[in-house]
């Protein structure tokens, strides 16, 4: 929780900072996508069950607020974890050693974001909700039999980040902290996820889209 609140406090400064900035042009009415790749990083008593593991990664939107200096963000984030079971399940006869895991955590951020010519500058807070998979294993007749046990889970987020605006498109990077209010194998669960990837303008095709249902989009 420390590092949650070190990291809120950081966003906090640079959120005031993009107060006293110029009015976003690269975001006025739009909407992208991004995708991203990267690594995700157990943290404290997590890493008694959790260790790194090659490789995670994102999906969302950036949605432009009518003041486009704020945006919301609905991101999938698909984390991938080494996985050693601590305590024995009365349903399965074998506790899993170095398997894998897997988070599958629906993020819905609010932040607000710098613009400097085409570089940008952005901090976000907000819930989760997911799907933790976890790994299990029987033996039956002479054969492991692999399966899974799922979990739902709420959490909170906070994360900042930079992207840079190329032709067409831009690359960028966050760095965020994931604080899950349940645990796992009766540890508390925590991370740091660090993305690198695209961001692409769908404007039109999200115009067409709710074109064709009948609903305005930005309308004044």
Known sequence: MKIFFSLLLLCAGCLMLSAQTEVDSLHHRKIYYMGGTGLSFPLGKSKNVLGTKLF?????LDIALKDSRYFLS??????????DQQKHDPK??????????NFYMLSLTAG????????????????????????RGNIVAEKL????????????KVG???????????????????YNFRK????PIQF?????????DITRLSEKVTGVIGIETYKD
């Open 56 to 60: 995670s990664g994102s999906a969302g």
């Open 74 to 83: 609905p991101t999938l984030y698909m984390l991938a974890f080494r996985y």
């Open 92 to 101: 399965y006869n074998y506790i899993i050693e170095n398997g894998r895991t």
């Open 112 to 135: 607000r974001r710098y613009q400097y010519k085409r570089l940008n500058t952005f901090a976000y807070i907000g819930p989760v909700a997911g799907l933790i998979v976890e790994p």
């Open 145 to 156: 039999r692999m399966s899974n046990k799922n979990s739902l889970t709420v959490a909170g």
């Open 160 to 178: 900042m980040g930079a992207d840079y605006k190329f032709p067409g498109f831009f690359i960028g990077g966050e760095i965020g902290y994931m």
């Open 184 to 187: 796992i194998e009766g540890n």
């Open 192 to 200: 740091l996820t660090i993305m690198f990837g695209l961001k692409s």
